[in-house]
């Protein structure tokens, strides 16, 4: 069983990755934030009993489940929206779907720095452009360094199509980031 300050510090050191995890897959600051908090809350509430060695591998499916909740109420919510518009005026939403978060710059040169902003800006834009189950993994396995079967078990998935996902992602991404003048020694390599 995990203690408070257990809980307290392990949340503090998973909140700035779930949350750019987050960002990336619902494109939505606001949004990932409260995601984040919420499978945090569950997190605490539901699963303090649990060791703190679970936690790492619990994190990563609630926060997966709390976003696929998100995106069922999305679906809900522009349903009903789309049928409600045909009978008034539809508002511009200022929301462009392209934002992207700021990356922590690492030390060092600041022509390396810049470099290094730019590319994960790149990265970051043609992340947007997968499907969700390629981001998805690729997120996992190399942001979030999950391995084949952790992933699957976040993903909900066998290991099998991990590897595709993966494979698939990394192959789109290379492709985006050489049209961007950008060579595919930046990405990991395929499995």
Known sequence: MASAQEISDFLRQVEKRAFRQTAYAVRDDHVALDIVQDAMLKLADKYASKPIEEYPMLF????????????????????????????????????????????????????????????????????TKLPA??????????????????????MGCSEGSVKTHCSRAVSALSLLLEQAGIGARRLPKKE
């Open 60 to 127: 990563q499916r609630i926060l997966q489940n709390t976003m696929r909740d998100f995106w069922r109420r999305q679906k809900v919510r522009n349903l009903w929206t789309t049928l409600f518009s045909a009978f008034g005026t539809q508002e511009d939403e200022d929301y462009d779907p392209l934002e992207t978060i700021k990356v922590d710059s690492a030390d060092g040169d600041p022509a390396d720095q810049l470099e290094h902003s730019q590319i994960m800006a790149l990265i970051e834009k043609a992340l």
């Open 133 to 154: 189950r390629q981001r998805e993994a690729f997120v996992l396995r190399y942001w979030e360094e999950l391995d084949v079967a952790e992933t699957a078990s976040v």
